[in-house]
């Protein structure tokens, strides 16, 4: 049984040395413990949403925070994205399985999208890992369970149709990691979800409606033009010196001073020992041409994320993404500061190893850096990367959806040697499809309430707006 206070991401804690079937009954025996009613009992949480939203943007550009509060009031699905540390510091205070695994940390259905693999093969999967530990594999099933919920309200989905949704999804999950049991390590280790299989898995779930497959068909289109050159068209200009440059647009987007521009530069010459020997092959051919500081998304929003241009000898350009990697909110509510300080130097480093582990493949440019006392990953940038919008779908492709979502959760949580023990855990439990719905619309309610009082917070000015 794993400790409950997870501090470090630590792979030591799911190398064991036992057999699938030993695991397996651990599992079982660790039910009789923690039962699948204790897992599907919400516990009523006493705290100040605030005072933690404060101490995660205390971290944070006080100049963004305006535009990140704007992004998260827009709904309380907008708010529960950006809001990570408070169902982190919640799912503490809930009963937890006490099987370890590398999980996302931050599995909700916006947090799921297409990626290139090395070999140009365009793949679904996990895309964000910012939130990533080693954890409890319930909490990453749970908050996609309550982002279905936020997200098919926001839809206007009936409200016994989500009901029914949410049982499916956990359903799928389950069926999912059966499956994955049966696979062996090689094909575990091997296994990838191309755009392809994205649509047979559909179809296996039930029939795919028009809308899906004219959304799959868009995507498919459009991520063989999302390349560094279709940024550089869209985001660059030439400057009064005749140079190719970023477009300023502060405060989401902003040329550095001198002393931060060289801060990266020293920062990217690191990430390039950190890379593999072709890509640092590879990256002699290209010389920096410009570096600017550009925020994306809701959650990190307000960190310090920055594209680099880079131009090759041959004119042709790769467009790089810098991103903070945050120290673990997770940890950053629960630990000592000196503690949190020293691991949000790894956070780095955390980040790239999650994602090489729960992506089937991942982004050949991906390795971490550090600069100027922060720690941060590097990646392309939006190199064939799309996402299916949630609120445009019809609610039986959203169902597919979510079931889709969950089926690829599960075969994430089987990159992990401890993962056999979910089997033995979740065997003859049906009980937890309503169980776990039961506890996804009680945090709903939780959800709503933080909402409301973030509103009013905003509103009285007790934040940055």
């Known amino acids: 049984m794993i400790n409950q206070n997870l501090d470090i991401f630590d792979l030591r804690k799911i190398q064991v040395n036992k057999t699938k079937a030993e695991l397996e009954n651990t599992g079982k025996q660790q039910r009789k413990r923690i039962t699948s009613e204790m897992l599907s009992t919400f516990i009523p949480v006493d705290r100040d949403p605030i005072k933690s939203i404060q101490l995660t943007e205390s971290n944070m550009i006080p100049e963004l925070l305006p535009l990140r509060h704007q992004r998260m009031i827009a709904s309380r699905f907008a708010f529960f994205r950006g809001t990570a540390e408070l169902m982190e510091q919640d799912l503490k205070k809930q009963h937890q399985s006490g099987l370890p695994i590398i999980i996302c940390g931050d599995a909700h259905v916006n947090n799921f999208g297409f990626y290139a693999s090395p070999e140009r093969q365009l793949l679904f999967g996990l895309n964000d890992f910012d939130e990533s530990r080693i954890g409890n594999w319930e909490s990453d099933l749970k908050r996609l369970l309550v982002s279905a919920e936020l997200a098919g309200e926001e839809n206007g989905f009936n409200k016994d149709d989500l009901y029914n949704l949410l049982t499916l999804t956990t359903k799928t999950y389950r069926h999912a990691v059966k499956s994955a049991n049966k696979m062996t390590l090689s094909q575990l280790f091997y296994f990838s979800f191309a ?217 994430a949580h089987f990159q992990s040697p401890t993962a056999p023990m979910i089997r033995g855990y979740l065997k003859h439990q049906k009980n937890l499809d309503k169980g776990l719905a039961d506890w996804a619309l009680n945090y709903v309610d939780q959800v709503t309430k933080d909402y409301d009082q973030f509103k009013d917070a905003l509103e009285k000015g007790h934040l940055i707006n």
Do not use: W
């Open 195 to 411: 755009y392809e299989d994205m649509g047979e898995a559909i179809e296996s779930f039930g029939d795919v409606s028009d809308k899906m497959k004219e959304i799959l068909d868009k995507i498919l289109k459009k991520s063989q033009r999302s390349n560094s050159e279709e940024i550089i068209q869209k985001m660059a200009t030439v400057n009064n010196q005749g140079n190719l440059v970023f477009r300023d647009n502060p405060p989401r987007a902003r040329h550095l001073s001198a002393v931060r521009y060289q801060q990266l530069v020293l920062g990217f010459n690191r990430y390039r020992e950190r890379v593999s020997a072709d890509v640092r092959v590879l990256l002699a051919n290209f010389h920096i041409s410009d570096i600017i500081r550009y925020s994306v998304g809701v959650g990190s929003f307000g960190t310090r994320c920055y594209l680099m241009m880079l131009t090759g000898n041959d004119g042709s350009h790769l467009v790089l993404q810098i991103k903070e990697a945050m120290p673990l909110r997770y940890n950053l509510l629960n630990l000592p500061v000196q503690q949190a300080i020293k691991n949000g130097g790894m956070a780095g480093q955390r980040i790239v190893t999650a994602q090489r582990v729960l992506q089937s493949s991942s982004d050949p440019f991906l390795a971490s850096t550090t600069f100027a006392g922060r720690s941060y990953y590097v990646r392309q940038f939006r190199d064939m990367k799309e996402s299916i919008n949630v609120s445009k779908l019809d609610f039986e492709s959203f169902q597919l959806y979510c079931q889709t979502c969950a089926y690829l959760l599960a075969m």
